[in-house]
Structures are given as C-alpha cells and as structure tokens.
C-alpha cells in the first residue's frame, strides 16, 4: 500500500515563528502536492511539484514556500506563522497526471 | 474558473438504505475523477478513481458512475451502514489545469 506520511498530526506554534511541515511518501512518486483545507472553503491547493527541485504555485501560495530536495520528500514552509494560518494541512502524492492520488493523514496546526 | 459541486452537502439516512451522492463539474474535458472519504479530523482515504474513458468503477458496496458529456458523477451507497459515517469528496482532474479541483464534500450520517 501507499504511504503518505506528514511528520506531525498537531503543531501548535507562536506568530512569527518559521514552520516547516514534512511530508515523506514511500512510492517513488513523481507528483506531490499540499493542501489546506477549512470549513466553508474546502480543499485548496498551496504548491505542487512535479519533479525534484521542482515547484509550481497553487492558488494560494502567499505566505508559504517549499522545498523537494529529494524526490520523496515534500516539505511545506511557513516562513513567519500567523494566526490566519491556523487550519488543516494535507499532504498528497501520485505516480503521475491522471493517477489515482494518495493523501496523508492531515496536520492540524493551531498558530497563537 | 473550474468548479466542482456536491449536492447534498449533508445527508442523513437510516442503516440499510442504499443511497446515491453527487457530483457535478464544469467542463468535460477531465482526465479523471477520484472519490475520497474523510473521517473527521483525518486525512483522505482513496475510494474510487475513473478515467475519462471509463463508465464506472467498482468496489464492494460502493460504485461511481461517470457521465462527461452532462458533467456528473454519482457514488452509489449499497446497503448502507454506521461506519460509512464520513464527508465524502469528489476530485476532478480536467486538461487544461494540471491540479486537482475538489467538491465541498457531502456529510453522510448512517444511523444504527
């Protein structure tokens, strides 16, 4: 089976604080993407990437960055935390376009 | 702008029913659509994926039917039970935008 593993279920951090969300999936996957998702605006799309070292923004990609150094590997970056930040994030992975996409089990991060 | 809608947003039956969920999108040229089902406080668990070339899919009680040419989809429930209790999403994958688009999701309720 698939594995999407996200390296924390709930954070809770400090405004102006850097986060760093992980996520680690163990099927060589080429498509990796992350997510936040709120109650009445469902599931956005933050940044997605393709390929190692690859990136491409979402749809709401201000005040976050990320990094894929390896291709197992996607991590998600709060570069300084605020509180309108505070929500459920969801990592996924698929082995390409038009594959059937895997998620993890979702961080809950509460930012005081 | 793609959109994605499920309807009802929240259903609520009696154990044992077989029941039919929603899904509709704008444009038909999709590369698939993925139905997810989501615990509360989790991650989103894979139920179904169709291609665009497919009709429906199968698995155990559940089946997704697929119709481009309306711009639907359905997720059919059979014999319903407690622990299908979820929000159940809808995804669709379309040609000209390389991300997934989500549905609101609809709150399903199985009473014993």
């Known amino acids: 089976d698939v594995k999407v593993t996200q390296s924390s279920r709930y954070l809770v951090k400090r405004t102006g604080e850097k986060v760093f969300l992980e996520c680690v999936q163990d099927?060589?996957?080429?498509?990796m993407f992350w997510y936040r998702q709120d109650p009445g605006l469902g599931l956005r799309l933050i940044y997605f990437?393709?390929?190692?070292?690859?990136?491409e923004k979402g749809d709401i990609p201000e005040g976050y960055s990320v990094s894929r150094e390896k291709k197992e590997r996607f991590s998600l970056i709060l570069e300084s935390a605020s509180t309108n930040q505070t929500s459920m994030y969801l990592c996924a992975s698929s082995l390409d376009r038009g594959i059937e996409a895997f998620f993890g089990q979702g961080t809950r991060l509460t930012v005081v | 702008k793609q959109e994605v809608t499920q309807i009802p947003a929240a259903l609520s039956v009696p154990e044992g029913e077989n029941l039919v969920l929603n899904c509709s999108f704008t444009?038909?040229?999709?590369?698939?659509l993925q139905w997810f089902r989501q615990d509360p406080g989790k991650g989103l668990t894979s139920l179904l994926l169709?291609?665009?070339?497919?009709r429906e899919q199968t698995s155990g009680r559940l089946n997704a039917s697929l119709d481009k040419s309306s711009g639907r989809s359905t997720l059919y429930i059979a014999a319903s039970q407690p622990g299908d209790s979820a929000t159940y999403l809808c995804?669709?994958?379309?040609?000209?935008?390389?991300?997934?688009?989500f549905g609101s999701g609809t709150k399903l309720n199985v009473k014993p």
């Open positions: 444009d038909s040229a999709i590369y698939n």
């Open positions: 169709i291609q665009s070339s497919q």
């Open positions: 099927m060589d996957h080429e498509n």
């Open positions: 995804a669709v994958l379309f040609v000209d935008f390389n991300k997934f688009y």
């Open positions: 990437s393709y390929d190692v070292k690859m990136k």
